[in-house]
């Protein structure tokens, strides 16, 4: 079996790689250089449609700008001819003919427009001259109307407006690809220039309408044209049309974006571009790096009434859409090319591997037994001896693979149970978890009611010593004020101070009292409703929105009454509204205030604000008497402690929830009917049930 099993891989081997280079040879030959030649064709195809494109823009955009210049000849033309025009010209009425002028001015948007003679004096004024001699004038001179472009210097656009030289003033940007040059600004100005001669019944010229319109930051005619060339539907999504005046490599006025909301004016055309079109005077279509990205640019010079190119008219859209749609269309032809390869040589393979496959299959079986491996021959179309000889080896194969699954059973039914003893274990330990919880939130109750009742022993006893004195010495000033009789009224008025404080010393004893045996003290009780009782609170809190700015949020859905004493239940209310007003933080402060049914025991009381919160090594020390979070001088620390022995005497609870930075939540639970009870290790226990109630 040693000797012969490397004879038979040798021999499938070598009849592998002779069939697959047969059958695969073709393909890997064939379909790779077709995809190649299918990129290069799609990809110059494309673009060769998209520079058609922009010729054709350009093209618009130049029929567009000759139709422009047409159009303002065109109005001076109507003007120069109308009977009203004609009418005040022959009357020598210079204000009518100021006033026409100056409408058609404003109303077609022209830069300046006069009324001169051929010299180029105004009319109506001997000192002012339009600007230097042109070849559009003279040939108007001559009675021919005429239109053109021409650039007018610094000293020309102030000799007709100090605004329109201060218009053109435009600072240069630095600009990638520019040609380097030393200029900082561009203060020159594009114009077109329009003459229309006026004649006479004889066909002498009388005068010149000679007008311009400022290209330079003549947002209108670019965005016009724009809207011509590049309308709705005419560009991909995504990209963006624009079009550009350059006076020589300047933008003067474009729509190309240099940021969001921001023209690119000042920016300059690449010196690739300049050299082309400015320089030799030839048109550019191909892509073009525009400021800061790639567009498909078409360009051409424009060539002023001299002949002389003078600037350059610039029709394109950003090239980026139509490269991520190239790209796209690119990938799906690779991916079907390369699934239809992977398709052609999977059947070849399989064609070719159905000749040697009965070989092949006991090999690679034999091989995998050897490394304890479990496969299959499966089904073989060939019916010879080898055929047969595997079809026998995957029976043997098949009795082994039921004793293997019979012992794969067992041991998922193991570990099956192992994890359904893991998950019982989890339970208990959650469990166990929420039971030491509820010892620990016990614990600190019954650690707060030892302090009160501490409290309470210490208070009732200093309260009975305080009481005899006052006893006292009340008995005694009744007995000097009878004595003294009328004597007494020089000092009657002190007299009386003495007593009223002395009352006030019991007062304040009697309350001390309250505090240290509250169910001695209980006050009358009465059915209410705790929802009508918290609006009731929030009357007597309205004076601190003086003091600070909040929002109180209400959510009332209690419906159960309980009985209580209003007052007490009032004091309750108020001293945790309170607490938590001082709590918000100085702006955007909200307390929400909620009631709700307590099962069928009474009713709950939540109090939640966002403030600050208490930290947690505070939170066990908030219910302790004299225990205060606010800043010194701002709060006595007895308004917890006195509510939660309030509650504790009718059986409730207050429970505090808080996390720093989070807010704090206060819930009071309130009996329907109060239970008053003076074993204290029994009330504990009342209120660990309530508690492990409420977190379940």
């Not at 051929?118 to 004024?125: A, E, F, N, P, T």
């Not at 004649?199 to 311009?212: I, N, Q, S």
Request: charged share 25%; hydrophobic share 45%; glycine share 8%.
């Amino acid at each position: 079996m040693g000797l012969i099993q490397p004879a038979i891989d040798a021999i499938r081997s070598r009849l592998r790689r002779k069939l697959l280079a047969l059958v695969l040879f073709p393909i890997l030959l064939i379909v790779p250089v077709a995809l190649l030649l299918s990129l290069w064709w799609g990809t110059r195809f494309t673009y060769d449609q998209l520079f058609f494109k922009v010729t054709t823009d350009l093209s618009v955009a130049h029929d567009v700008f000759q139709r422009v210049r047409h159009d303002y000849l065109s109005r001076l033309a109507l003007l120069g001819e109308s009977y009203a025009f004609r009418s005040a010209l022959g009357e020598g009425d210079p204000q009518a003919v100021r006033q026409q002028l100056a409408r058609l001015e404003q109303n077609a948007g022209f830069s300046w427009l006069w009324l001169t003679d051929s010299s180029g004096q105004r009319w109506g004024d001997g000192n002012d001259r339009v600007s230097r001699p042109s070849p559009l004038r003279s040939a108007a001179a001559q009675g021919e109307a005429v239109s053109g472009v021409e650039i007018f210097s610094a000293e020309d656009l102030r000799a007709i407006s100090e605004q329109l030289a201060s218009t053109v003033r435009l600072p240069l940007l630095e600009t990638p690809r520019a040609r380097p040059t030393t200029r900082q600004v561009e203060d020159r100005g594009m114009m077109i220039r329009v003459i229309y001669p006026l004649r006479d019944e004889d066909g002498k010229v009388l005068a010149l309408l000679d007008g311009g319109v400022l290209l330079n930051r003549n947002f209108d005619f670019v965005d016009g044209i724009r809207d011509l060339v590049y309308g709705e539907g005419s560009l991909l999504e995504g990209s963006l049309g624009t079009v550009t005046v350059f006076l020589d490599d300047v933008r003067i006025s474009t729509n190309v974006p240099l940021r969001a909301g921001e023209r690119a004016l000042g920016t300059r055309v690449s010196d690739q571009v300049r050299t082309q079109v400015l320089d030799e005077g030839r048109h550019w279509i191909d892509r073009a790096f525009v400021v800061n990205d790639w567009y498909i640019s078409g360009y051409e010079p424009i060539v002023d009434s001299r002949g002389k190119r003078v600037g350059i008219l610039y029709a394109g859209y950003l090239e980026a859409p139509y490269r991520r749609a190239l790209f796209g269309g690119l990938a799906l032809l690779i991916g079907l090319f390369i699934v239809l390869m992977l398709l052609a040589s999977s059947l070849a393979v399989w064609g070719a591997r159905s000749i040697f496959r009965p070989v092949e299959a006991i090999s690679q079986v034999v091989a995998a037994t050897r490394r304890g491996e479990q496969r299959r021959i499966g089904a073989i179309a060939s019916q010879d001896e080898l055929g047969e000889l595997a079809r026998q080896f995957d029976a043997m194969l098949d009795l082994l693979q039921q004793q293997h699954q019979r012992i794969e059973q067992a041991a998922n039914e193991l570990e099956h149970k192992v994890e359904e003893r893991t998950a019982e274990l989890r339970r208990s330990n959650e469990e166990l978890r929420q039971t030491i919880q509820v010892l620990r939130r016990t614990r600190q109750q019954l650690v707060v009611a030892e302090k009160l009742a501490a409290l309470g022993e210490l208070t009732a006893g200093v309260a009975h010593e305080i009481n005899n004195p006052t006893a006292v010495m009340l008995g005694n000033l009744e007995n000097i004020i009878e004595e003294l009789g009328d004597a007494a009224a020089p000092v009657r008025e002190d007299l009386d101070l003495v007593i009223e404080q002395v009352y006030r010393i019991q007062d304040i004893v009697n309350r001390l009292l309250q505090y240290a045996r509250p169910d001695a003290y209980a006050g009358y009780l009465s059915y209410v409703d705790v929802n009508e009782q918290v609006q009731a609170c929030l009357r007597l809190v309205e004076h601190l929105h003086k003091q600070q700015q909040f929002d109180i949020q209400l959510n009332l859905q209690a419906s159960a009454g309980i009985e209580i004493n209003v007052q007490e239940l009032q004091q309750v209310l108020v001293n945790l509204l309170v607490n938590a007003i001082h709590a918000l933080p100085e702006t955007n402060g909200v307390v929400r205030v909620c009631t709700r049914d307590w099962e069928q025991r009474g009713v709950v009381v939540e109090v939640q604000d966002n403030g600050h919160g208490i930290p947690p090594e505070k939170l066990d020390q908030v219910f302790n008497p004299f225990f205060t979070t606010k800043a010194q001088g701002e709060g006595t620390g007895l308004g917890l402690s006195v509510s939660y022995g309030l509650v504790r005497r009718y059986g409730g609870l207050i429970t505090v929830d808080s996390a720093e930075g989070a807010g704090t939540t206060f819930a009071v639970y309130l009996l329907a009917v109060p239970e008053f009870h003076e074993d204290e290790e029994m009330l504990v226990e009342q209120l660990a049930a309530v508690v492990e109630e409420g977190d379940a």
